[in-house]
């Protein structure tokens, strides 16, 4: 904790002023681990290793929310192998870790269109989500198979199936039938990696939120590049369309 507290006040981090949720795009694992030439597989690896120490890191920063992309919508595209690698490994992280994360306080949520899932994974994910209901100290979305457009469609399509008349639909309808419902939006989207792009995560709750894209390879952020980004936040004047103070 003591080396935590010297580096909030060694960045000028206001304490009361923390972002309450924190959306990551963890990009950059397989070129992290070409340019170490190892496998992709060892990216991804090392990727969730940091992830890790990232939650770890929200929870002493006092970060309620942290929304990660872990496959998305378009994820399918990549070679057989690597597919079916990165979901016997979200297998085994879930399997491994589960204790941990009921200790830590932390409240597990799989976001997306999880229909796609075998019955193994779907179980595995059910029984994460019911074991850290009553967390909450830290909420960690998993967006798996998640796709902006598709989650925006899923939200049209559940008020509709509930009996909404679509062609009275509001904003605030379509925020409570998304796969966020009552969490706040966003403060902070980050991608690493180096590309400048959203590729599909959280269009409609980043809509106000503050963009960071960072060239360091996700396996590579660590608690010293979150304070730089936390310490810029800080810095920003959000001004949601309106004029600063
Ligand atoms: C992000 O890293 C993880 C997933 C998309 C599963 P990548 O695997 O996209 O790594 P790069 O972008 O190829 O380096
Ligand atoms: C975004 O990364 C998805 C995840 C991090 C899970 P990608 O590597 O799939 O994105 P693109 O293809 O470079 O846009
Ligand atoms: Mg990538």
């Known amino acids: 904790m003591a080396k935590i507290d010297d580096l909030i006040a060694q960045y ?14 963890m990009d950059g694992n397989g070129r992290w681990a070409k340019k170490r030439l190892m496998p992709r597989n060892l990216g991804h690896k090392q990727g969730q290793k940091q992830l890790k120490k990232t939650l770890i890191d929200c929870v ?11 496959f ?46 075998d019955t193994p994974l779907l179980d ?3 029984t ?8 909450d100290t830290i909420q960690l979305n998993i967006m798996l198979n998640y796709g902006g457009r598709r989650e925006i469609l899923d939200a049209v399509k559940a008020f509709a199936h509930n009996g909404g008349d679509a062609t009275k639909i509001s904003e605030d309808d379509i925020s409570q039938n998304v796969y966020t419902k009552q969490i706040s939006d966003p ?8 590309d400048i792009r959203i ?33 810029e936040f800080q810095s920003r004047d959000r001004r949601y369309g309106g004029l600063s103070e």
């Open 12 to 25: 000028g981090i206001d304490t009361d002023r923390m972002p309450e949720h924190i959306a990551i795009i």
């Open 60 to 70: 002493q920063l006092g970060v309620k929310v942290l929304s990660v992309y872990v």
């Open 72 to 117: 998305s919508t378009e994820n399918w595209r990549r070679p057989e192998e690597e597919v079916s690698f990165l979901l016997k490994f979200l297998k085994s992280s879930i399997q491994e870790e589960i204790d941990e994360l009921v200790q830590e306080g932390v409240r597990l949520k799989f976001l997306g269109d999880l229909s796609e899932f």
């Open 124 to 126: 595995m994910i059910q």
């Open 128 to 135: 994460a989500e019911r074991m850290t209901a009553k967390n």
């Open 187 to 194: 403060d902070i989207l980050i991608r690493t990696g180096g």
């Open 199 to 231: 590729s599909n995560f959280m269009l409609w709750q980043c809509a106000y939120s503050e963009l960071f894209f960072l060239k360091t390879f996700w396996p590579d952020f660590g608690l010293e590049t979150l304070l730089q980004v936390i310490q």
